[in-house]
Nanobody
Framework: QVQLVESGGGLVQPGGSLRLSCAAS????????MGWYRQVPGKQRDLIAA???????NYDASLKDRITISRDAVQNTLDLQMINLTPEDTAVYLC?????????WGQGTQVTVSS
């Protein structure tokens, strides 16, 4: 059973930045894909950044100038950094991973961008 636990998030001022971390119970290198998603109530869950099995990263085209993901090999986490946040970035941010044909999700962390 794979467990994913997100940390970080909370209230962020417009124009501010955030850093989220997703800790995995299984080595990240074993996943077929691992990524960060976000979801607004009533809308679909969107993939915003992903780590491919090759180790390369892919980003949502509309966000690629503001987000960066990185892997911490020691902590076994996939970290998300986002800058220049706007209220439109308010959402639940979740990490997800695919392993052996099954998708696993973290519990999500709320990010609210407001003054």
């Amino acid at each position: 059973q794979v467990q994913l636990v997100e940390s970080g998030g909370g209230l962020v001022q417009p124009g501010g930045s955030l850093r989220l971390s997703c800790a995995a119970s299984t080595t990240i290198d074993s996943f077929n894909l691992m990524g960060w998603y976000r979801q607004v109530p009533g809308k679909q869950r969107d993939l915003i950044a992903a780590r491919l099995p090759s180790g390369h990263f892919n980003y949502d085209a509309s966000l690629k100038d503001r987000i960066t993901i990185s892997r911490d090999a020691v902590q076994n986490t996939l970290d998300l950094q986002m800058i220049n946040l706007t209220p439109e970035d308010t959402a639940v941010y979740l990490c997800g991973a695919i392993l052996s044909g099954r998708t696993y999700w973290g519990q999500g962390t709320q990010v609210t961008v407001s003054s």
